[in-house]
């Protein structure tokens, strides 16, 4: 059996990266993304770049070659060829150890605010790659690195020393809709999240049985139990919010389990994506429009009729004052994500926790484009009591980073997809990996990270 790399950390090692290269890859979708190999002494890390598809306007670039026919429009080719050719060589002979320099010269090279020049998908792939080289070259493994990175952003941006690295709680996807399942339904994601789970192996078990559960449940009623969404989830022509909550509820209780104490339930509803024009249009289930204030009102009522404890994007990007209604209405029930709303962007989130709006963070990494922005994002959250959730995109690959990103970070919530298509499995096999690694079941904190914040009465 494979045993993890013995740790023989030496921080003082100077790993000069010899080598940088890119290639044109292709994500769960089947569409080109960026793989990117760093090299030096005969260790080589790889990584590939994920990609969204319910995207906010405010990320990071993605840069496709949407005029070339290779791909139909949808190429990366010129983003390799950035990484061949601009971002691989300027970091030839740096050390790969010192993750925030690399980032630092990557985000002086691209030079724009958004990394629109040479692009995030060709920056990130290289910020990744050098992660897990560094680690190779340490014969540490990568989650062990990216906590050495992670106390240094710690202590520069706190003065203090960082907690220990835990393996988060999952919130899985059930039930996919919007633009992950052909919009059968408004709202994107019903989760389970298992807060009751004493680890996260037992999490993990409970949440395949609810999955196998609800797909039965789901046939029976004459609805599809087998065809899943981008991420995995069922994706039934169920017509409205409340019946796809119902399935969920229904599925925990088959199961075994108990809705509201073993097992909650999450929404992302990716409100961004059906708003026009100062108004929720909820298409699938009869095309009402909604202004912020009913919209708040019906997450409201979802909340009151099921045991929901997280709520991610329940108002658009663009509706600040839709966000007030909703974090008044809801802060100390509910948390409250911001995925389109922060974007993983240090000062979009700062703009938000000035203006008291929401009370968590969705962290993607390609939506910012390096490790070391999205490690200040995550501080910059725990440091203002707002949870992160780190997450994967509806485009992914084996590529496995984001499950010891979590951990390292002890960011305490993860959320990959669901327990089907094997991209989403890398993640959550990861990090049955590292709980063993860790021992002690990995400083599990489970639901735990609500107690005394959250206040529910179903
Ligand atoms: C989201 C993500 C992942 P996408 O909205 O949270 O579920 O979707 O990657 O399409 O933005
Ligand atoms: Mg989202």
């Keep these: 059996m494979e045993q993890p790399p013995r740790q023989n950390r030496n921080v003082t090692n100077i790993m000069q990266i010899e080598r ?7 994500d769960s979708r089947g569409r080109p993304t960026v793989e990117v190999e760093v090299t030096f002494g005969g260790h080589a890390g790889r990584s590939i770049v994920p990609s969204g598809a319910s995207t906010g306007q405010f990320e990071a670039w993605e840069l496709r070659d949407t005029t070339d026919h290779w791909y139909d429009g949808t190429s990366v080719r010129t983003a390799v060829k950035h990484v061949n050719e601009i971002l691989g060589p300027a970091i030839l002979g740096l050390n790969a150890v010192d993750q925030q320099a690399i980032d630092q010269r990557l ?29 190779a070259g340490q014969r540490v493994r990568l989650d062990q690195h990216l906590h050495q990175v992670w106390r240094d952003v710690t202590r520069i941006q706190t003065g203090q020393e960082a907690a220990p690295p835990s393996i988060p709680l999952p919130m899985v996807n059930m039930i996919s809709g919007g633009l992950h399942a052909g919009g059968n339904l408004d709202f994107q994601d019903f989760l389970a999240i298992p807060v009751g789970a004493p680890t996260y192996r037992v999490a993990l078990e409970w949440i395949v049985r609810i999955y196998r559960h609800l797909g039965k449940l789901l046939n029976k009623a004459g609805f599809e139990g087998t065809l899943v969404g981008d991420e995995g989830g069922y994706g039934p022509h169920v017509t409205s919010p409340h019946a796809a909550a119902e ?7 088959a199961a075994g389990l108990q809705p509201g104490s073993d097992v909650c339930l999450g929404l ?18 009869g095309g009402q429009e909604l ?7 019906l997450l409201d009522d979802l909340v009151a009729k099921f045991p929901i404890i997280s709520i991610e994007d329940g108002i658009a990007d663009a509706d600040w004052d839709g966000w007030r209604l909703l974090t ?3 802060r100390t029930k509910v948390q409250l994500i911001g995925d389109d709303l922060f974007v993983t962007n240090h000062q979009r989130l700062r703009e938000g926790i000035e203006k008291d709006v929401a009370n968590s963070v969705l962290v993607k990494v390609n939506q910012i ?4 922005e999205t490690m200040q994002t995550i501080r910059l959250a725990l440091d203002n009591n707002y949870w992160p959730v780190i997450s994967a995109r509806s485009g992914e690959t084996e590529d496995a980073t984001i499950a010891d990103l979590a951990v390292a970070t002890g960011a305490g919530q993860i959320k990959i997809g669901s327990v089907a298509r094997s991209e989403r499995l890398a993640k959550y096999n990861q990090l049955l990996r590292l709980e063993e690694y860790l021992g002690e079941q990995g400083n599990y904190q489970g639901g735990k990270i609500f107690e005394h914040r959250l206040k529910r009465t179903n």
Excluded at 107 to 135: F, Q, Y
């Design 328 to 330: 008044d209405r809801l």
């Design 20 to 26: 940088v290269l890119a290639r044109e890859v292709l």
């Design 268 to 285: 992302d509803v990716a409100s961004t994506h059906f708003y026009e024009n100062g108004r929720y249009r909820l298409i699938a289930s």
């Design 291 to 297: 202004t912020s204030s009913q919209m708040v009102d």
């Design 247 to 253: 399935f969920v509820v229904r599925a925990i209780e």
């Design 107 to 135: 985000i002086e090279l691209d030079g724009t605010p958004n990394k629109s020049r040479l692009g995030a998908n060709a920056v990130l792939g290289v910020s990744l790659a050098t992660a897990h080289a560094a680690a």
């Design 369 to 372: 484009g390096t490790i070391s």
